[in-house]
């Protein structure tokens, strides 16, 4: 944890004044670009001096979690790491971002709601932004720290996406990519992030939505009979499903994908855009998917008429269908 992030955290439980910050453990640091904030703090603790609320430091992370608040219980972060030199990833984030463009990020102060294993984080932060990168999660906030390590101005905090750690307007861009799906309070966390947003800020937004077909069915199946597994055994079914779906979907899907007639059909085959990414990516969704149940979905009309009614201009809706839906929005705060 490095000192500016003082700058933006809040007391989750009161959102009262500044958090005190106590060393226990820091080590030096060169690539710093602020007075006084030349070194990382490891191990200590915050406190809130209205409500005398304490939070860990640990292994250079805030854990920033209300009492009561029960983290996941494990995910497959743990196992996944990405090479950012594969042009997949970039690509990928920006198609999230979309019509965010590296040069909008330039500067500006950005938060990840329910950053996974930071790689949307690290591009981000690649483009000369300060990312906070948060989520409730202990293997993925741990493995953000790790995927992250070697780029400048990435700052990992666990924290809830429904109580975040943080001051109201803090953020220049708020995006949060495949989590309001999951959530069970969606419009809950969306007036959450539109507070901590900014006037003249833009929220960048990524859910599925309507799920349909067989794929569908068969996912919803497997998820109530697997939720309740042990992290270990839920990976190592996961590992099974990533491999099936590459031998029954991703190969053909890509000998198919090239031939006229042939590739309309490839199309349907259950997870066939997921064959761009290396296998332990894939590993990592199946097992979110049957952990993680999708709570709820949106329609594209359905985030423009909530950014709408909040007032945002500017706002881009995006919609992309393969053998199921997702929706894309970007907004700018007025």
């Not at 009262?16 to 030096?28: N, T």
């Not at 794929?215 to 042990?230: F, N, P």
């Not at 997921?274 to 590993?283: D, K």
């Not at 909530?306 to 894309?328: D, K, Q």
Request: proline fraction near 6%; charged fraction near 25%.
């Amino acid at each position: 944890m490095r000192r500016v992030l003082l700058d933006w955290l809040a007391c989750p439980a009161c959102r009262g004044a500044p958090l005190d910050l106590a060393v226990e453990r820091a080590r030096s640091r060169t690539d710093f670009a602020r007075e006084g904030d030349g070194e990382d703090v490891l191990e200590g603790a915050l406190r809130c001096p209205d409500c005398q609320a304490s939070y860990a430091v640990r292994q250079g992370i805030p854990r920033l979690l209300v009492g009561g608040v029960v983290p996941p219980q494990g995910s497959a972060h743990r196992w996944t790491r990405f090479d950012p030199l594969v042009p997949e990833w970039e690509q990928s984030f920006r198609d999230c971002a979309s019509p965010l463009e590296p040069k909008d990020f330039l500067g500006k102060v950005v938060l990840d709601a329910g950053c996974g294993f930071g790689r949307h984080a690290y591009f981000a932060a690649r483009y000369g932004a300060d990312v906070v990168a948060m989520d409730a999660a202990r293997d993925a906030v741990h493995a953000a720290q790790r995927n992250t390590q070697d780029v400048a101005g990435v700052h990992v905090v666990q924290g809830d996406v429904l109580r975040p750690p943080f001051r109201d307007a803090s953020f220049d861009i708020v995006y949060s990519f495949g989590v309001l799906h999951h959530v069970d309070s969606p419009e809950n966390a969306l007036e959450v992030l539109h507070g901590l947003l900014k006037s003249g800020g833009r929220l960048a937004l990524w859910v599925y939505g309507p799920r349909q077909g067989l794929m569908s069915r068969v996912g919803d199946w497997m998820g109530r009979r697997t939720a309740e597994l042990e992290p270990d055994e839920l990976h190592r079914l996961s590992v099974a499903v990533a491999y099936g779906l590459r031998a029954g979907s991703h190969v053909p899907y890509r000998i198919l994908r090239r031939v006229p007639v042939a590739s309309q059909v490839a199309t349907h085959l259950p997870g066939h855009d997921h064959y761009r990414w290396p296998l332990p990516v894939v590993t990592a969704d199946v097992y979110d998917r049957l952990k993680n149940p999708v709570r709820t979905t949106f329609t594209g009309e359905e985030l423009e008429g909530w950014l709408a009614r909040h007032g945002y201009a500017s706002i881009a809706v995006r919609r992309r269908v393969r053998n199921s839906e997702s929706f894309g929005a970007v907004a700018l705060r007025r």
